[in-house]
């Protein structure tokens, strides 16, 4: 049976995942955080001193994660690292190894594995792109460099995490352009992806949007 997918891509902190969560509750849907596993793979290269210029070594240790996920909540070889995957450097180190086509083809299939019936939300940056091209609602959330450091600095103020507001933009900015001009699966909309702007949308107004777009579909 062909299980639905509502692919959500988009650049760092445009509230993807927070929407790709609310989307899926309402619906009764599984959900991928893709960014996550980009995220394990670069706190397990930086634990074992893999560094983030070694394609090679860094799709093994992807290929090999000993990861689960539940109850919201992310482990890494029996260790709780829901808080830990999300600091900074971490995910400046992830965006840097997600360049590395060894990679992503590691973590493709990890991927594909969370569809499920009745239905599967992905977030991400290739999620209508490569990983679900066939996926019936592809939706590119988009927001401007303020509004998403702001988030993220939000985010990270809450999680106990310090954090700068202009370090933080200049850092989503790098992290951008990498995503946008890698070679292997760039950050780009697919051509039937619907583009939604959430600069001036609430968290609540955004989700709406969303579900509007795939009640006339589904
Ligand atoms: O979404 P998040 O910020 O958690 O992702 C961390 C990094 O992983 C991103 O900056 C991006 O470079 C990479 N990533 C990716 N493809 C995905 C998800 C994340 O390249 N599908």
Known sequence: ?????????????????????????????????????????????????????????AARIAAGLDVQFHNGAIW??????????????????????????????????????FRRLPGLVADGRDMGTVVFPNAPLKIFLVADVAARAERRCKQLKEKGFSANLSSLMEDLQARDERDRTRSNAPLVPAPDAIIIDSSNLTIEETVNAVLDHWSKIG
């Open 1 to 57: 049976q062909d299980v639905p997918v509502i692919a959500i891509d988009g650049p760092t902190a445009s509230g993807k995942g927070t929407v790709a969560q609310r989307v899926a509750q309402h619906l009764g849907w599984a959900v991928l955080d893709s960014g996550a596993l980009y995220r394990l793979t670069a706190l397990a290269c930086m634990q074992n001193g893999v560094a983030d210029s070694d394609e090679a070594e």
């Open 76 to 113: 890494l070889g029996g260790h709780d690292v829901t808080a830990a995957i999300r600091e900074e450097p971490v995910g400046v180190f992830a965006s840097r190894i997600a360049a590395f086509g060894m990679v992503r083809q590691a973590l493709l299939e990890r991927q594909r594995a």
